[in-house]
């Protein structure tokens, strides 16, 4: 007899549950689904903005190249650069003249101007080595402007340029892009040529 009673049949227990199991089980594996989705969105967030960082990056390495080709440029002429008003040549050690309608206030975008071919844009050669490439869609261009002459007595000038008594002022303007056009950067330097 005691077999008989603990045998229970399905039936029995029918009746007296009422899913709680289930509908415990459900919220939870929503609860974890929201969890699950806020975390992806959250990485595929960071990943893009590291993306854009990173492009960022690279418009900028490359626009600072091209100052340094530049300023490179300029170290190497045997006295200063000739101010012409258009499309300065490398081979006759001209340069832009300051406040040209041309070249005055460049856009960041990549528009009419910056892809203007008949300008000449860089001095001394490509600025982009295949082999050490950092990843710029287009290639960097740069034009360098006369400001003139500075006299000796000028304040913050350094002892080499003081003792030689003259020196031309330059501006080197630097364009570059980054890995895709969403990223452009421009930089700006002055350039201090000691004149015998």
């Known amino acids: 007899m005691f077999n008989m009673q603990s045998k229970l049949t399905k039936g029995q227990f029918a009746g007296k549950q009422s899913g709680a199991v289930l509908i415990t089980t459900i919220v939870l594996m929503m609860i974890f689904t929201l969890l699950g989705v ?14 854009s960082m990173k492009n960022r990056g690279n418009a900028f390495q490359c ?10 440029w300029l170290g190497g002429l045997p006295g200063p650069a000739y ?6 040549q490398q081979a006759s ?9 041309l070249i005055q206030n460049p856009e960041l ?24 490439d ?12 006369s400001l003139g002459a500075v006299a000796a007595d000028s304040e913050g000038i350094d002892f080499e ?16 892009t980054g890995i895709d056009d969403n990223a452009t950067v421009v930089l700006q330097t002055t350039y201090l040529q000691p004149i015998n």
């Open 38 to 51: 806020a975390a992806m969105r959250t990485n595929i967030t960071d990943i893009s903005i590291q993306g």
């Open 63 to 72: 626009a600072e190249a091209a100052i340094r080709a530049g300023e490179i």
């Open 83 to 88: 101010e012409v008003t258009s499309n300065p």
């Open 93 to 101: 050690s001209q340069v832009w003249e300051v406040n040209n309608a």
């Open 109 to 132: 975008q990549l528009n009419g101007f910056w892809q203007n071919n008949n300008f000449t844009w860089s001095y001394g050669g490509f600025l982009i080595n295949g082999a050490a």
């Open 134 to 145: 950092v990843g710029c869609k287009t290639d960097p261009r740069y034009f360098i402007e």
């Open 161 to 176: 340029t003081l003792a030689k008594g003259r020196s031309a002022m330059y501006r080197i303007t630097a364009y570059s």
